[in-house]
């Protein structure tokens, strides 16, 4: 008397196959009378590991675990292999534990700026041959007068906007929104000119303060600071949103 024998009619199977190292599932036939360690070997184009770190885990239809297929000699029809089941491959190499992807072991290869000016093949002195980026002086120039003008820009509209006044702010992809001007000036959080405008809705940031310096004050999300020049002052109302409408 022969014990689990397993009688089957078609040669080829269709399996699903995922794996531990990708999110990726794939779909494929196999031949039955292909032993175990072949199968391995079929497997590494699909799964990207070397047959020698695999660990095969056997599944029915339903998902439910069936056994391993731990038996590099034994035949892929010997096993209860069924088509649509899956066979999940458990990568043993140790990648899907980082050790190949945490750069934190890797020793960092280090230089003083001074040694690294003196390289004759490094980025930073092909961009001096060839006066690129900050290292061509006429553009680098260009660039600070072009920066100054626009900063005089921000403050001469700085210089006639007043706390207190009902103003239109107007920000690059953003709506229209109106609020009350409650700052005007420099800023600790980033060069220039900014206004602090108190909004009629809560479209804002914050309540007025920025990195822990009360710059004016308001309820929360109403805040914000824009430039000088998306400001627009005038005699706008108060808008009703109407945020709660539903």
Not at 58 to 74: G, M, R, T, V
Request: include cysteine; aromatic fraction near 8%; charged fraction near 30%.
């Amino acid at each position: 008397m022969m014990d689990n024998v397993i009688i089957v009619t078609d040669p080829i199977v269709s399996v699903r196959i995922t794996s531990t190292a990708s999110s990726l599932e794939a779909q494929r036939r196999f031949n039955r009378g292909i032993s175990i360690a072949e199968f391995k070997g079929k497997l590494e184009m699909i799964v990207g590991l070397p047959s020698s770190c695999m660990e095969l885990e056997l599944y029915c239809i339903s998902d439910k675990f069936l056994q391993k297929l731990d038996d590099n000699e034994a035949l892929l029809g010997s096993y209860h292999v069924d088509n649509d089941c899956r066979i999940n491959v458990i990568d043993k190499s140790g990648a899907n534990q980082g050790e190949f992807t945490d750069v934190s072991q890797v020793e960092k290869f280090e230089i003083s700026d001074d040694a690294y000016a003196k390289r004759s093949e490094s980025a930073r002195s092909f961009m001096k041959k060839r006066q690129v980026g900050r290292y061509n002086d006429e553009e680098v120039a260009k660039k600070k007068a072009e920066a100054a003008a626009r900063e005089e820009e921000q403050k001469v509209a700085a210089d006639a906007i007043t706390v207190g006044s009902r103003c239109e702010v107007q920000s690059p992809g953003q709506p229209t929104k109106r609020g009350t001007v409650m700052y005007v000036g420099t800023a600790d959080f980033k060069p220039g000119y900014w206004v602090g405008i108190k909004y009629d809705e809560p479209l804002g940031k914050h309540d007025g303060s920025v990195q822990g310096r009360q710059y004016f004050t308001c309820d929360n999300k109403y805040g914000a600071f824009v430039k000088p020049l998306n400001v627009t002052v005038g005699d706008f109302p108060v808008e009703d949103y109407d945020l709660d409408e539903i």
